[in-house]
């Protein structure tokens, strides 16, 4: 099993930056594939960033000039930097993580990360 936590969602104003983390519980070189996604309120779950085991980075097209994604390989953490957030980014994020290796097969869930962006 790969256990991922998310942290360093909370209540920023609009204009404000937010740092979110995810720590997996196996090495990364477990891991093919770590991703972002966020749920707003009565939507569907989207998802807004993705990074490979290379370090190759996707975005959603509405969000690519705010956030970043990256990796510490020896903290087992992936970041999603988000800069000059909006209301339209309240929601709860989360991480997932595509196994590979003994993981292969498996996608895994954290239990998300409320962010609220008050106006």
């Known amino acids: 099993q790969v256990q991922l936590v998310e942290s360093g969602g909370g209540l920023v104003q609009a204009g404000g930056s937010l740092r979110l983390s995810c720590v997996a519980s196996v090495s990364a070189l477990n891991i093919a594939v770590t991703a972002w996604h966020r749920q707003a309120p009565g939507k569907q779950r989207e998802l807004v960033a993705s990074?490979?085991?290379?370090?190759?980075?996707n975005y959603l097209d509405s969000v690519k000039d705010r956030f970043t994604i990256s990796r510490d390989y020896a903290k087992n953490t992936v970041y999603l930097q988000i800069d000059n957030l909006s209301p339209e980014d309240t929601g709860v994020y989360y991480c997932s993580a595509d196994g590979s290796r003994r993981y292969r097969g498996r996608t895994y869930w954290g239990q998300g990360t409320q962010v609220t962006v008050s106006p």
């Open positions: 990074i490979t085991d290379g370090g190759t980075t």
